[in-house]
């Protein structure tokens, strides 16, 4: 089956700085790749997504690039702010396939930003 | 996205009992998974839920420990059964929108702690 790493497991900015979180995954047959932003104590958000037909999408200052030969992904945060501290976790599925869609996650990140 | 809700949001229950969590969307939805996250993990999926048929189980976890009901498309029930304090966890449901849309949305979990 399908295996998420993550790494950094903790990261530490300061205001303004930019911030990124690597994963890879390991099944080739993966083809959807979201993130996910969990504040303590709230439910998994989701905030920005990628397709293997794609290269890179950006939402305003989050962005998020795959390169399907190396079966690694990466989130890029500019101009951080305090309340971007969370914990974040990238996932990676084979939607169209016959397991539906179901994700499997990496490890986490938790991102602190300090003002 | 859909909205999604759970009931109950949290519960302390004596090891030997079963707990029932439900979710509910207000829309239909094609696919609706149910997730563990025990505390400061990542989320680990734990059975798709089929509308109509027997759910789909991931490695490591059994319908006797855990059976789950969709008796149609936008409700399912988890019941976590013969407790112990290791099932202390938050349990989420997600929930995949009808349509070509890849996107999970995730419900605002039950926090069940076992004593």
């Known amino acids: 089956g399908e295996n998420v790493e993550q790494h950094p497991s903790t990261l530490s900015v300061q205001e303004g700085d930019s911030a990124v979180i690597k994963c890879t995954y390991s099944?080739?047959?993966?083809?959807?790749f979201p993130w996910y932003k969990q504040e303590l104590g709230k439910r998994p958000q989701l905030i920005i997504d990628?397709?293997?037909?794609?290269g890179e999408k950006k939402d305003q200052r989050i962005a998020v690039t795959l390169n399907k030969t190396a079966k690694h992904f990466s989130l890029h945060i500019t101009e951080t702010q305090p309340e971007d501290s969370a914990v974040y976790f990238c996932?990676?599925?084979?939607?169209?396939?016959?397991?539906?869609?179901?994700?499997?996650f990496g490890q986490g990140t938790i991102l602190t930003v300090h003002p | 996205s859909a909205v999604i809700s759970q009931k109950p949001s949290r519960d302390i229950c004596q090891r030997g009992t079963s707990l029932t969590i439900q979710c509910q969307v207000d829309?239909?939805?094609?696919?609706m998974f149910w997730y563990r996250q025990q505390p400061g993990q990542s989320l680990t999926l734990i059975a798709t839920?089929?509308?109509?048929?027997?759910?789909?189980?991931e490695s490591g976890f059994v319908i006797d420990k855990f059976p789950i009901s969709r008796p149609n498309l936008t409700f399912s029930t988890l019941t976590v059964s013969n407790m112990s304090p290791e099932d202390s966890s938050i349990y989420l449901c997600?929930?995949?929108?009808?349509?070509?849309?890849?996107?999970?949305?995730f419900g605002p979990g039950t926090r069940l702690t076992v004593t």
């Open positions: 839920a089929n509308q109509g048929s027997e759910a789909t189980y």
């Open positions: 997600s929930v995949r929108s009808r349509g070509s849309g890849y996107e999970q949305y």
């Open positions: 829309s239909q939805v094609t696919m």
């Open positions: 996932a990676a599925s084979n939607a169209g396939g016959t397991s539906y869609g179901k994700l499997t």
């Open positions: 990628i397709r293997s037909n794609v």
């Open positions: 099944d080739s047959a993966s083809n959807y």
